[in-house]
């Protein structure tokens, strides 16, 4: 166990641990956590994630996607084909897209569901990519997770324990940053694609999978209280924006992952493109005909 006094922006640093297999992951409590969130689904996601590092040669550490130039542009390439654009900011969006959004679902109902947030570090996450490329599944890699006083386990050797509950739903934003500061930076470089519309697709998703957790749980208060101190600071500073359109609670995004520059060629139901009318939505074609170099958002 280690304590926490500082939580959130500026925590004290503490050294990696060790990456777990799929054997010694068995026991984690955090195990535990990630498998009942496999039973938790909301319109078909569920919350959970596998533990432990596998032989499988399908999984690859993220790092070998960032620190090699050949595999990212490999599965970049795969994005484009899977969508229909040779556009090289469209590929690094929906990427990022695809993989946040993998990333933080499980993160988020941990948080929501146990009162626990997993603690991936910059390296502590592997890919299985299908035979095209495409991301298709996470799993974490080490068993860090962040706890309140009064949970069960904050005697194990990877609880980071915290004073309260404030503190607790800071230490999201430092977890998500920590992991994805990396990556952003690798699609930055490799596409043109700016870090502020990245962070954006980050602040999205990351509003996105905490309604869902919320949802799933029966616990949108909880979720609707993280998700504002979460996604107060930047790079996350696009707080959340929960609504209803036609029925089903959304958020309305922030930033534009650039889908209607795909083949489809339509924006999505809660892009920042659309004009919003009651229960409607009708794309705002003065801003959808703007170039990438117009700035879009």
Known sequence: MRTIVRAGFGAPPV????????????????????????????LG???????GATDDPRWIPVTRLLDDAATLERALMAVGREVGSTRRD??????LESYAWRVILPLAGALVAESRIPMPGSDGVALRLTDDGLPDAIRLLQGRFVAL????????????????????????????????????????????RSRRALWRTVADR????????GLACDRMATADVAAKRTLAHPPLEDPP???????????????C????????????????LRVASGDSAAPCHERASRTAVDGLP
């Open 15 to 42: 050294p990696a641990p060790d990456t777990l297999t799929a054997d010694t992951a068995r026991s984690h409590p955090l195990a535990a956590t990630l498998g009942r969130g496999n039973g938790r689904m909301h």
């Open 45 to 51: 996601w569920h919350l959970g994630a596998a533990l």
């Open 90 to 95: 469209v590929q690094a969006s929906l990427l």
């Open 149 to 192: 006083p009064e949970d069960p386990d904050t005697q194990h050797p990877d609880a980071d324990v915290v004073r309260d509950r404030t503190s607790f739903d800071l230490c999201l934003a430092s977890v998500l940053i920590a992991h994805f500061e990396p990556f952003v930076q690798a699609l930055h470089t490799a596409s043109g």
């Open 206 to 213: 990351t509003a996105t999978a905490l309604l869902y957790a």
């Open 241 to 255: 924006r929960y609504t209803e359109i036609s029925g089903r609670a959304v958020h309305l995004r922030h930033g």
């Open 257 to 272: 992952c650039l889908w209607w520059r795909t083949a489809a060629a339509t924006t999505c139901l809660t892009c920042p």
